[in-house]
């Protein structure tokens, strides 16, 4: 039975809506955060592993250097005091795919504390998300349920579980409580997880590719009467793995327990599961207190030493951030903002800078990757990375297009041919036969074609009248199946009506 829920509008008015997001993000080290098991996406079910992932007796964990330094990277990104001494804990919860029945974690001593996050939204304002800390822990493995509908545990008749994700080092990023949202609330949460991928890529420390699990997050929602008021009972809707998924769960949980408030009732402290099908939430179970999980330190592993020293070292190797990036790009471009959220909604910002890097114009890159190569991944279904052509092939196809060798019709088709597989783009021309016609006798001879078959347009043309140009150049082109050059048929004709 589906839920009453309030109108959005209502909802924001009669409560103040607070978020808090807990962000998940897969590291892209080598190996496992405790072990040198690999780490790779789409692996063999049960092939990435080592006595420690699994948790046997007698197993010790070893603490990846690497994934440490990932942790203190992003800290430096969020504004984070980044703490001299930090410590794992296990927290202490029984799941199938958690081999040691304890998750690696850390609990009130974590690598990064205290920080911040501004994230830009579609109007250009800047909201400061409150970051309370960045922590180092171990993921679990993966359940597959059987039987359900899109591989939900609901209607599953069994479960399979893959422990190659088991190990596999992530850190967690929870805000402190946003407050101020308003009827902003889902937008904040979608940017600022937008804004999350957009640093941890360029940190390049995780792929962030949330439909591989990369990246994930918790939503908790809350409602309140006033803004003077303590903070409500709030809801948290688990592993939320897309962007837009995020915006539809803050505003469905606003709805509905706007709804139940309204009506005198009391929310339940929960968890819940976002269903994309039905675009609502569902309850869980009643959600775990910190003093449920038993927190204490790991007695296998000793304390982290982070000193300034090496703080240092790894400030002086942090990239340029992403906001600073797009303003620089957008200015060197001569983009409006308009422009630059149509290329940061594509995710094509990379795509199209490695292309201006293989020697495109920035303006010759951006119509390709947001034209005809946009609505080939769309028409996929699949990302723009995804297609099997590369922007040093975008940045050849602009240059013979520059150089005269194709025009617009034919560029397509070589864009065509290289997705089929069909070589670089230099060679679909030569397959294909896809060179400009160039040649001022065949042009020559089928221009006066063109003339004899439309003698009411050559006496326009001869009078004055340029608009009907177009019915000579199209009846060049289909003479020369397209390959003709706009330009020198354009020459031709002009010489010839003088």
Known sequence: MAEKLMKYSEAVKQFDP???????????????????????????????????????????????????????????????????????????????????????????????????????????????????????????GKNTHVGGADGRIEGADHSLVDYNRAGVPLIEIVTKPIEGVGERAPEIAGAYMRAIRDIVRALNISHARMEQGNMRA????????????????????????????????????????????SEGGEILQETRHWDEASQTTAGGRVKSDADDYRYFPDPDLVMLHITKEHIEEIKAQMPEMPRERRNRLKAEWGLNDVQMRDILNADALDLIEATVAEGATAAGARKWWLGELSREANAKGVTLEELPITPADVAEIEKLIAD??????????????????????????????????SDDGLIDKAVDEAFAANPDVVEKLKSGNMKPMGVIIGAVMRATRGQADAKAVTKVVMSKIK
């Open 404 to 437: 005269g060798k194709l025009n617009d019709k034919l560029a397509k088709q070589t864009v065509a041919g290289v997705l089929a597989g069909e070589g670089t783009p230099s060679e679909v021309v030569e397959k294909r036969g896809l060179k400009v016609v």
């Open 18 to 140: 607070v978020l808090g997001l807990e962000t998940h993000v897969e590291l892209s080290t080598k190996t496992k955060l405790f072990c040198p098991a690999e780490v790779s996406f789409g692996g063999e079910p049960n092939s990435q592993l080592t006595p420690v992932s699994l948790g046997l007796p007698g197993s010790l964990p070893v603490v990846n250097k690497t994934a440490v330094d990932y942790a203190i990277k992003l800290g430096l990104a969020l504004h984070c005091e980044i703490a001299e001494w930090s410590q794992f804990a296990r927290k202490n919860y029984f799941y199938p795919d958690m081999p040691r029945d304890y998750q690696i974690s850390q609990y009130d001593k974590p690598t990064n504390g205290n920080g911040y996050l501004d994230v830009e939204l579609d109007d250009g304002t800047i909201f400061r998300v409150p970051i309370e800390r960045a922590h180092i822990e171990d993921d679990a």
């Open 218 to 261: 918790d939503v908790n929602v809350s409602l309140r009467r006033d803004p003077s008021d303590p903070f409500g009972t709030r809801s948290e809707t688990k592993n939320v793995n897309t962007f837009r998924g995020i915006e539809k769960t803050v505003q469905y949980e606003i709805r509905r327990q706007a709804q139940i408030l």
